[in-house]
């Protein structure tokens, strides 16, 4: 069994959803956390997951939709966040490679998403890019705080994460995740390879972030859930164990920091 841990099924590509989803069944994969990027997909994120049994949500403004987030919209986003299928705010963060918003923006949107998540007793889907110095400066106070309340990590997953092996140490530490995704497959991925081979058994999630970043085998191309498979072979083969043994781990980390390890009994055979 594997677990999809960020998708974007709402994408319009996905015409043939239900053939997607077949094909990613075929392939291993039970679970998948379908993940919105603002508000106006959030119903359509929230809708697909309500549909297929193997799909939960995540919900959340992303860094690039700082600036349009209007009054009232955190508060439609929290009512949303209530629903049982809704397993993480998310993704939100800082984005300060593309700077499509301000970055006062960006921090004041992450900053009302990070309360927003402690309220509601969620993990979080963090993207940052050339940013990190500026998440930690959120995230730090936030899992202290979280942890202050007598909540256990881990508090959210590292995105498709692009930093190296010493970052993710630190945000290991921290009570995050760390996700890797197609670019492991690419030639000249050094760092992120690095990053496959060093993180630590309890701290590895899988992703596609579908419908972009296929792996090698398919780049160019949409990408899907089914080719978490080629992602997850490189990692194996980068960190010396069998796809079993890597399907177990990562399963059993994305259940955890989901919550989804009574619920998932329900869909598949799940690790003890």
Avoid at 135 to 160: D, K, S
Wanted: some cysteine; proline content about 6%; hydrophobic content about 40%.
């Amino acid at each position: 069994m594997w677990v999809d841990s960020h998708c974007h099924l709402d994408d319009g590509s996905y015409r043939d959803r239900d053939e997607t989803l077949e094909r990613a069944r075929e392939a291993g994969v039970a679970l998948l956390i379908t993940t919105a990027e603002d508000l106006g997909s959030s119903p359509l994120t929230l809708d697909i997951a309500e549909r297929y049994p193997e799909v939960y949500a995540a919900l959340g403004i992303h860094p690039n939709k700082a600036g349009e987030m209007r009054p009232g919209d955190l508060q439609a986003l929290g009512e949303l966040a209530r629903h049982p299928k809704v397993v993480a705010i998310g993704e939100i963060g800082l984005d300060f490679y593309r700077d499509r918003a301000p970055r006062e923006e960006q921090e004041r949107v992450f900053r009302l998403q990070l309360e927003l998540a402690a309220e509601l007793h969620l993990p979080v889907v963090v993207h940052q890019r050339q940013a990190l110095e500026d998440c930690l400066r959120f995230l730090e106070p936030w899992a202290r705080a979280r942890r202050a309340l007598g909540e256990a990590p881990p508090f959210g997953v590292m995105h498709c994460f692009s930093g190296d092996a010493a970052a993710a140490g630190r945000l290991l530490d921290l009570g995050f995740l760390i996700s890797v995704a197609g670019p492991v497959t690419f030639p000249g991925a050094e760092r992120t390879q690095e990053v496959a081979r060093a993180v630590p058994a309890h701290g590895l999630v899988l992703e596609t972030d579908a419908p972009v970043l296929a792996p090698q085998g398919h780049r160019g191309q949409r990408n899907e859930p089914a080719y978490l498979i080629e992602t997850a072979a490189k990692v194996a083969a980068l960190r010396g164990i069998s796809l079993e043994e890597l399907a177990r781990t990562t399963t059993a980390n994305a259940l955890g920091v989901y919550r989804l390890g009574a619920v998932a009994a329900g869909v598949c055979k799940c690790p003890s």
